[in-house]
């Protein structure tokens, strides 16, 4: 089969874009892994008649049978064996065929990577699942037609970037260089390898060339713990100075070995010695040097110049810190859903099957209910004339108390429905920002707080499209700034295709006058995609994604996990003896 390259850039088209979203699986997508993936090559072709190729690396991932760019490496200058420093990230499914394709390119400087049969060094397809399977993938490189391109090889290894990882911030600078040119200063860059287990050398950053420098200073970067150090201080590593040459043929300059744990502890006992500058430096060795010269000292020094440390929590850290989550229904009541005595109505109550507005509302509270201490939850109806005047209301509480609308746990819920619905008018219209807005406020006392203590969910029931969709777009703008997401079941037949627009599937949310949502926090979903399919099924597709929006929501505000509550006693297990 021919190996086709050139593919195009534009990104992959969003599954489920249309009318109606996909059904969520039995098994949600949003469940998922993050995994890294560090290349390197051997033996490439040699397309330069002067020099060595410049290669360059495309990820390219198969999406509705279309190749699509995801992204692409730095360009290696003269190299036929590179390792590139770029790591790649890609999202792990267990559930899915994951293609990918690597393709890799001689560079032509500002012409960039070009698309010609003469710039193609050669390409690989394998999937994801292959590369996590075996951690490290060698392959050879094949030209059109399943042609190898000589000798080639590429090799892929993964590492899955852990839920409780972070990432460290690191500052380098050197001083008093050797000098390996002739007419003018070194030109030296850094590299850190992460020495593994078996003793060989994983790449972990390298940094930017300083032009004609002995003292050079290296911008700042990021890398995650995991990384750096296999999420392990006391792991080895190495860092290489080299004198930059255009041709590739870096010249060795020296190396020195540390640990992460070495760093950080060395860092804090200048800051609690009150160093002015905290520094840690190592002399730069060059092993041969220090054989043949008997008064050789180093080939300068290195200094760290700043290691700052950059937690980043998961759900549970935040969970089993004690944030609750605090969970609120509000339920449609417009005259569309049909007469509550009527059996064909959406609200009809069957003694023997409960209808889709209890279905969703138990699937989802049931998730719920295990993350919230007092089990008490919100319950607010809209679009209903309410007594005693009976006038259209668009957010009331279903238990008709208007000084505290919770209910005691799911079934409270439940019954306060069930006994509202004689009592009410279905009217109309569907307006739904007002019980957005209201539970915003609230989450907006929490957000004052500035601790991570409580997260709201909203879950709205709908038979229709939402009549005032402007404040509706409004509201959830400005909802999204807030410890809140919101999730919208659309029961009943009719067409939900406007909906759509609040779910940022398709695109960024935007409010009436342009302003982009700052999450992603809603998730909508018709009911009838489950009908067939057990209960939880509903509940993991449209809670799929909140724990990442919590985690998104805190990162965002820079709230850490509060300190672990004590356990609560069960009352159902007796005092402890």
Same mark, same amino acid.
């Given at each position: ?82 390792? #590139?420093?770029?790591? /790649? ?5 267990? !559930? *899915?065929?994951? @293609? $990918? %394709?690597?393709? +890799?390119? &001689? ?113 700042? #970067?990021?890398?995650? /713990? ?5 999420? !392990? *201080?006391?792991? @080895? $590593? %190495?860092?290489? +100075?080299? &004198? ?334």
């Amino acid at each position: 089969m021919p190996f086709a390259h050139g593919a195009a850039c534009a990104p992959p088209r969003p599954a489920g874009m249309g009318g109606v979203p996909e059904p969520c699986p039995q098994a949600p997508l949003a469940v998922l892994s993050k995994v890294e993936l560090r290349v390197s090559c051997k033996h490439l072709l040699d397309r330069d008649t002067l020099n060595k190729s410049d290669p360059c690396v495309l990820l390219l991932m198969q999406s509705q049978g279309q190749w699509m760019e995801v992204d692409r490496s730095e360009v290696i200058k003269s190299n036929l064996n590179p390792v #590139f420093a770029k790591i /790649f990230t890609v999202d792990y499914y267990f !559930e *899915e065929v994951q @293609k $990918l %394709r690597f393709e +890799v390119y &001689d560079s032509h400087g500002q012409a960039g990577v070009g698309t010609h049969d003469d710039d193609f060094l050669g390409g690989m397809e394998c999937t994801v699942g292959q590369i996590v399977a075996q951690k490290r993938v060698t392959k050879p490189l094949f030209l059109k037609y399943g042609k190898f391109a000589g000798k080639s090889t590429i090799t892929i290894i993964s590492e899955e970037i852990s839920g409780n990882n972070g990432y460290v911030e690191l500052a380098f600078r050197a001083k008093k260089l050797d000098d390996k040119d002739l007419f003018s200063k070194s030109d030296p860059f850094l590299e850190i390898y992460r020495i593994d287990d078996d003793r060989s050398e994983q790449l972990v950053y390298r940094t930017e060339v300083v032009k004609n420098n002995l003292s050079p200073i290296w911008e700042p #970067f990021k890398v995650s /713990f995991n990384s750096l150090c296999s999420c !392990e *201080e006391k792991r @080895k $590593l %190495r860092c290489v +100075v080299w &004198d930059y040459d255009s041709r590739g043929k870096h010249d060795f300059i020296g190396e020195f070995f540390t640990t992460f744990e070495e760093m950080q502890k060395a860092m804090g006992e200048n800051k609690a010695a009150r160093v002015p500058v905290p520094q840690v430096q190592w002399d730069c060795m060059n092993p041969k040097y220090k054989i043949k010269k008997r008064n050789y000292k180093n080939s300068g020094v290195v200094v760290l110049l700043d290691l700052k440390i950059h937690r980043v929590y998961s759900f549970l850290d935040y969970i089993m810190g004690g944030c609750q989550i605090h969970f609120t229904v509000a339920i449609d009541f417009t005259a569309s859903n049909g007469d509550p005595r009527n059996s064909c109505s959406l609200h009809y109550i069957n003694p023997y099957q409960p209808n889709e507005y209890l279905k969703a509302l138990v699937a989802v509270g049931e998730i719920c209910q295990d993350y919230d201490s007092d089990k008490k939850f919100s319950a607010l109806g809209f679009g209903a004339r309410i007594p005693p005047k009976y006038e259209v209301s668009h957010d009331f509480a279903i238990n008709f108390n208007p000084d505290n609308d919770e209910c005691e746990g799911i079934q409270g819920v439940v019954e306060s429905y069930q006994s509202c619905l004689p009592k009410i008018q279905l009217y109309g219209p569907t307006n739904v920002a007002p019980i957005i807005s209201k539970v915003a406020r609230v989450a907006a006392d929490e957000e004052r707080t500035k601790e991570a203590s409580q997260y709201f969910i909203l879950l709205i029931l709908t038979d229709g499209v939402v009549t005032d969709m402007a404040d509706t777009r409004e509201a959830i703008v400005r909802a999204s700034y807030l410890p809140m997401s919101i999730i919208i079941v659309g029961v009943g037949n009719a067409d939900f295709t406007d909906m759509q627009i609040l779910d940022g599937d398709d695109g960024v949310l935007r409010s009436p006058k342009g302003e982009p949502v700052l999450r992603d926090i809603v998730q909508f979903v018709p009911f009838r995609e489950f009908k067939n399919a057990s209960p939880t099924a509903l509940a993991k597709c449209v809670l799929a994604e909140v724990p990442k929006q919590v985690v998104e929501y805190y990162s965002y505000k820079a709230f850490p996990p509060r300190c672990p509550r004590p356990p609560t006693p069960d009352p159902s297990l007796g005092s402890p003896q």
